[in-house]
């Protein structure tokens, strides 16, 4: 074993000790199987942990194997997922699940390699599950990985490719390669944050190249965020007797083939008029109730929540209560709320 190797180990150890001890507990990580690995590991796709911990435990109560959820609908599926956003993980996460039934024999694969064949599942995904539920020596590098490696290094983060390389070495030289991944991950979100890193707390700072030279609040640089693109969707609560039209969104984009109000799409306001006139319904008595404003990643949507009636019979019609089970955002939710 190499001087270096020999620094590596003490520095891994040390990091995995701290774990064991300061871990916050989460409830993917009180029963580590394949298949909470993969949810788990879905959910906290570009979504912070605080957010996913309720929505898992519903998940996972609803879904509590790899069979009910490949023999669930897309609808129960991303009801379920309501929350998280991205909904393309869900369907990913589902299609995923009917893989391994059908292609596995229900079992979530063991190897990095085979799980990245599943829909959905990239090389961190892979990674996360072999080691964290099997124990496997495979690599992970996600934002926090990166970070962390950054400032171990004393300089910006490399290349992916490099990237990756450092982390299968430290894997390799793990005792325990799931623990040391959880711990890297773990270390990124709580101590070694992108703003304000609490050094004093850190474990293995005395290994620290950004420590030892003052940069650690300069390393990595800030990156640029990207400007949202403004949309304004006019969503019309149209009413017959008791119930509500709804009307499904299309099969790409932006909340695909989840469920929403009828709805008018433009690039800016639209007055009162155009939004009638480009309804699919006959409506009267149209009017304002009010509106918000919901950020995504790359999109600034304004909501114009209006109401009116009619007599028609086309399109589905639900009542109180009678959309609960429907795949709906939480933004049209907040519209539907909004009629009272």
């Known amino acids: 074993m190499s001087g270096d190797d020999g620094s590596a180990r003490r520095r891994l150890a040390a990091l995995e000790r701290w774990f064991t ?32 911990v309720d929505r898992y435990r519903v998940f996972m109560r609803r879904f509590p194997t790899v069979k009910a959820l490949a023999e669930a609908s897309e609808d129960e ?13 869900a369907r990913n996460l589902h299609r995923a699940a009917r893989s391994i039934v059908d292609e596995h024999a229900g079992r979530v694969p063991r190897d990095a390699a085979t799980l990245q064949t599943l829909p959905g599942v990239g090389r961190y995904t892979a990674g996360a599950i072999a080691s964290i539920a099997y124990g496997r020596p495979a690599p992970i590098v996600d934002g926090n990985v990166t970070r962390v490696l950054a400032r171990w290094a004393g300089r910006e983060p490399a290349a992916a490719a490099e990237t990756w390389d450092a982390a299968t070495r430290l894997v390799n030289l793990a005792e325990h390669p799931g623990v040391l991944n959880e711990a890297l991950m773990e ?36 990156r640029v965020r990207a400007t949202r693109t403004e949309v304004h969707h006019h ?16 099969d790409e984009g932006l909340w695909a083939r989840m469920w929403q109000p009828p709805t008018v799409e433009a690039a800016s306001r639209l007055t009162d008029r155009v939004v009638r006139s480009r309804l699919a319904l006959p409506v009267t008595g149209l009017r304002p109730v009010g509106g918000f404003v919901h950020l995504t990643t790359h999109r600034r949507v304004c909501f114009h929540v209006l109401a009116g009636t009619t007599r028609s019979r086309r399109g589905v019609w639900r009542g109180p209560g009678e959309c609960d089970d429907l795949a709906m955002s939480n933004a049209h939710r907040r519209v539907l709320a909004m009629g009272g």
């Open 21 to 52: 001890q300061a871990a916050r507990d989460l409830p993917w990580r009180r029963r580590r199987t394949g298949y909470s690995a993969l949810v788990a590991e879905a959910m906290l796709q570009q979504t912070q942990v605080a957010r996913v």
């Open 77 to 89: 599926v991303l009801a379920a997922w309501q929350g998280l956003g991205y909904y393309r993980r």
């Open 187 to 222: 270390l990124g979100a709580t101590v070694c944050t992108p703003v304000s890193p609490r050094c004093e707390a850190c474990p293995v700072a005395r290994w620290c190249e950004a420590r030892a030279a003052g940069t650690e609040a300069t390393i990595p640089a800030p």
């Open 235 to 250: 969503c019309v609560l149209v009413r017959r007797a008791s119930k509500v039209s709804l009307e499904q969104r299309p």
